[in-house]
């Protein structure tokens, strides 16, 4: 029986090459940091070059550069924030394909194999995987599945088919992207998405996503499934309280993403979740309290919670940037 050759180191079929980025900012996630790194170097298709861009941290640029050899160690030279941070570690990347991996997650051994076969499906400029939750302690009770992006994580709702399909917009934790349509469209926002705020903002990658298929109408984002990550949850991020604020954020920055891009592509996959998976989950919820699972209740409040704390977090939002416009 002969052996399967081995693949070039970063190379699909089609021969692209894969730049992987982490971007880190703490010596509070080092640990995190380093796992991130290793499973990324135990990928069944190596990478061509990882990129670990940190945040406005000298001393943390300093000791990764230290303790991980053959890993492309750089500052941020953006604005402070993960915008900043991806936008320097696309700069740096030399891939025909740039992969990005959370800081706090490590990826399956088959991750980036997966995001790569998906760029051999026609006009594909990027493709994302599936984000599990890894948890310190254990899953709260009352956290519905639809609400799984407020950890980070893929939720209900989501495709569930076993091979790629059509999304508008990917995950910034688990993606990649054709390192083309960044020198087409340009970088991730600056002002939108995680920074040293205090509100737990995001969306950058999804005002990034649909300013890439208002440009390049022709192209399309795929989701896989089969592509998977796994991604820390603290025990900080388990309350009730850190749910509410999050939903806020993401309000707040969903708002941000309609002034940039318009109502119309902002909300579009907003409204069918609000339209279609929550209200079946919540039906399913409240039919576990019927049937004498008393947590139903919880996640029915949650649900219920959650949305009306996303809708008000908006309302905020457009009414600062509207007030702002005036003066």
């Known amino acids: 029986m002969t ?86 570690g696309i700069a740096m990347a030399s891939g025909d394909i740039v992969a990005f991996l959370d800081d706090d997650a490590i990826a399956e051994p088959e991750w980036l194999k997966y995001l790569a076969d998906g760029y051999s499906a026609g006009p594909v400029a990027g493709v994302g995987g599936l984000t599990l939750p890894r948890w310190d302690t254990r899953r709260p009770w009352w956290l519905p599945g639809e609400f799984d992006w407020v950890l980070g994580c893929s939720y209900v709702g989501l495709p569930d088919s076993a091979g790629p399909a059509r999304v508008r917009n990917l995950f910034g934790g688990n993606a990649s992207f054709r390192r083309s349509v960044f020198a087409a469209v340009g970088g991730f926002a600056a002002g939108i998405g995680r920074s040293g705020q205090a509100l737990p903002l995001g969306c ?88 004498g699972d008393i947590t139903g209740l919880g996640r029915a409040f949650a649900t219920a919670a959650g949305l009306a704390a996303a809708a008000s977090g908006y309302a905020a939002g457009t009414a600062r940037r509207a007030g702002g416009r005036r003066r």
């Open 3 to 88: 052996a399967r050759a081995r693949e070039p180191a970063g190379q699909d079929a089609a021969g692209a090459r894969i730049s992987v980025i982490i971007c880190a900012y703490t010596h509070a996630r080092w640990g995190d940091t380093l796992a991130a790194v290793a499973s990324v170097r135990q990928q069944s298709l190596p990478p061509a070059q990882i990129i670990v861009v940190t945040d406005h941290n000298p001393a943390l640029c300093r000791d990764l550069a230290a303790t991980l050899p053959g890993v492309l160690v750089t500052p941020s030279t953006g604005q402070p924030g993960l915008s900043g941070a991806r936008n320097t």
């Open 204 to 291: 950058e990658e999804t005002e990034f996503c649909i300013r890439l298929g208002q440009h390049q109408p022709g192209s399309c984002l795929l989701f896989d499934s089969r592509a998977v990550i796994w991604h820390r949850v603290q025990a900080a991020r388990c309350r009730f309280s850190y749910f509410m604020t999050r939903c806020y954020a993401e309000g707040v920055s969903k708002a941000a993403v309609t002034a940039a891009v318009g109502a119309a592509d902002a909300l579009s996959a907003e409204r069918q979740h609000a339209a279609r998976a929550l209200p079946r989950g919540l039906r399913r919820y409240l039919a576990d309290a019927a049937g």
